[in-house]
């Protein structure tokens, strides 16, 4: 069974929103994989999941450079 574990993100904000937009490192046991996704911005951790279960896949090279 391949169990994913949140490295760490990265987090921007919208103008005048308080919706925010993360990238998510995620290791699933056997790769380095990035999400992007958007969050509500009242609790990082819960934002984290949400993106690492339906976020889009990030380029990998780019995501490296912004989550190292």
């Given at each position: 069974?391949?169990?994913?574990?949140?490295?760490?993100?990265?987090?921007?904000?919208?103008?005048?929103?308080?919706?925010?937009?993360?990238?998510?490192?995620?290791?699933?046991?056997?790769?380095?994989?990035?999400?992007?996704?958007?969050?509500?911005?009242?609790?990082?951790?819960?934002?984290?999941?949400?993106?690492m279960m339906y976020g889009?896949?990030?380029?990998?090279?780019?995501?490296?450079?912004?989550?190292?």
């Amino acid at each position: 069974m391949n169990t994913k574990e949140i490295i760490s993100s990265y987090w921007f904000s919208e103008m005048g929103s308080s919706r925010t937009i993360g990238i998510v490192k995620v290791n699933n046991g056997q790769k380095i994989k990035y999400y992007i996704g958007t969050g509500e911005g009242q609790n990082q951790q819960e934002d984290e999941q949400r993106i690492m279960m339906y976020g889009a896949k990030f380029p990998e090279n780019v995501g490296g450079l912004l989550i190292p």
